[in-house]
Each structure stands twice: as structure tokens, then as C-alpha cells.
């Protein structure tokens, strides 16, 4: 079972707004990132730039925030934010300790993204993170754009209270052109293909897709194995499309997909 590990949150917060620009702060920081990049993704000779130069203008605590699941067709949408700590981990060169081959979690194979996902979790000293999950059930209620921000703002605003971030040196990166209205203070932009250019957005990125396959794997599948969400995820496959035709729809589906309605 994932429940271990899962925050599962009955709080809803129904964000509504909508950031199709990026601030001064975050365009500056980007352009500075930039100048440095060889290539598409993250910085390889300082993968920590984009943070550093947001730690530089005040902001110590970095959050990256990516989901998992909101495409697909069954099962829950999963956020994961995460925060490196900086002031504790330094290397002799005042430089975090990070872990290599951290990337958009698409370009990794499952064994890398796993061992990534181990070094989190077993570092908490050095990497903090917060899981927030959005049932089917509340995706076919609230839609899946408003269930995702809502599940944002809910792994974001829990990891800031869980660690008592001061919102003042807190900068919070939501992968995407939207992010959610948290109520807590903290300032919180989006990012197009931020999991391809900053580093703690990666990261997150790479945490929601093992927590979520985890789910879709151990649990999901085990209750409904006729659908192969083992293979799939519960993503729009054509294995998929035929299962949910011979067997019907599943209670983990979300009824408010077009392939699924009427199943």
C-alpha cells in the first residue's frame, strides 16, 4: 500500500486564478539561468542555478511543484512540492548537495526514477516534500483543471506549515501556465516546462510519477486487474480504450472523460 507515504487532504481551497505571465523576480531569474544552459533541460554544470539566483534575491526556501495523473482516464491526480534545504546541506564550496540525473521525469527510465525517488525519501535532512492526491470522484466533481490547482495549493501550503517556512523567503514553481491562489502568503508562479529547466521542479516531477504509479500498481491495479493499469497508468492507451469497452467502466474511472461517459 502507498497510504504510508500519501497525504491524503479533504480540505478544498477551489483556486481559481490564472498566471499567463511571469513576474520580474522569475523572468530575471530565468534569463540569468539562461545565459548558462547548454542545450534543452536542466543547467548541466550548475543544475542548482535557476534556485540560486531566486535564494540570491532573498528567497531561501526554493519549492517545485509538478503532478502526475491529469491526463489520464482513471485514478487520482497526484501533486508532489519540494524543497531543498540548503542552509543544512553545503558542500566545502557553499554549493547544495544534489543528486545527478535529475530531470523531467518523462526522459527517465522507471529504474532511474526510482532510484531518485529512494534518495529523497531517505535524505530527509536534505530534501522535503508533501504528497497531495485528488480522488476520480472529486476530478468528476470539480473538473480536472480546478482538482489539480486544488491539489497544488494543498501540497504546497501543507509543506510550508509542516516546516514552518517564513512566507516572506519562500518562492513556490508550479510546472505549467497556471498555478493556484494559496492563502498563506507564499508567492507561487507558474512555469512553462519548468520540469525540463529547474531543478526542484524536476524533482517533483519525478516524486508525483512514482507515488502515483505506486498507487496505480499496488492498489489500483490489484482491485481492477482486467484494465492493465500496470502498463498504462490509467492513461488513454489503446489497451486501455478496449478494456473500458468490454468490461465497462471500473469505479476508480472518471466518468467526466469522453472515452469513459456512458461505459
Request: net charge positive; with cysteine.
Amino acid at each position: 500500500s502507498s497510504s504510508s507515504f500519501i497525504f491524503l487532504s479533504t480540505t478544498s481551497t477551489h483556486p481559481q486564478r490564472r498566471h499567463y505571465h511571469q513576474p520580474k523576480v522569475l523572468m530575471q531569474a530565468r534569463r540569468n539561468n539562461n545565459k548558462n544552459r547548454r542545450g534543452g533541460g536542466v543547467n548541466s554544470d550548475d543544475p542548482f542555478s535557476f534556485e540560486s539566483d531566486l535564494q540570491s534575491r532573498g528567497f531561501e526556501y526554493i519549492i517545485g511543484s509538478d503532478e502526475s495523473g491529469r491526463g489520464c482516464l482513471a485514478g487520482p491526480v497526484i501533486t508532489a512540492s519540494v524543497c531543498i534545504l540548503t542552509k543544512q546541506n553545503n558542500d566545502d564550496n557553499n554549493n547544495p548537495i544534489l543528486i545527478p540525473n535529475v530531470r523531467d521525469s518523462k526522459k527517465l527510465t522507471k529504474e532511474e526514477r526510482i532510484d531518485i525517488y529512494t534518495q529523497v525519501i531517505n535524505q530527509p535532512d536534505l530534501f522535503v516534500y508533501q504528497i497531495a492526491e485528488r480522488s476520480n470522484e472529486e476530478i468528476d466533481e470539480m473538473n480536472i483543471l480546478r482538482s489539480t490547482m486544488d491539489c497544488f495549493a494543498d501540497s504546497i501550503e501543507t509543506l510550508v506549515q509542516k516546516m514552518n517556512f517564513p512566507a516572506n523567503e519562500t518562492y513556490s514553481i508550479v510546472d505549467g501556465k497556471k498555478s493556484p491562489k494559496l492563502t498563506n502568503g507564499v508567492s507561487c508562479r507558474p512555469f512553462v516546462k519548468g520540469d525540463s529547466i529547474v531543478y526542484t521542479v524536476a524533482l517533483a516531477s519525478i516524486i508525483a510519477k512514482v507515488t502515483r504509479d505506486k498507487i496505480m500498481c499496488d492498489d489500483i491495479h490489484s482491485r481492477y486487474p482486467q484494465y492493465g493499469f500496470d502498463s498504462h497508468y490509467g492513461y488513454s492507451t489503446k489497451e486501455h480504450i478496449e478494456a473500458i469497452h468490454k468490461y465497462g467502466a471500473s469505479p476508480v474511472h472518471r466518468m467526466s472523460c469522453k472515452p469513459v461517459k456512458g461505459r
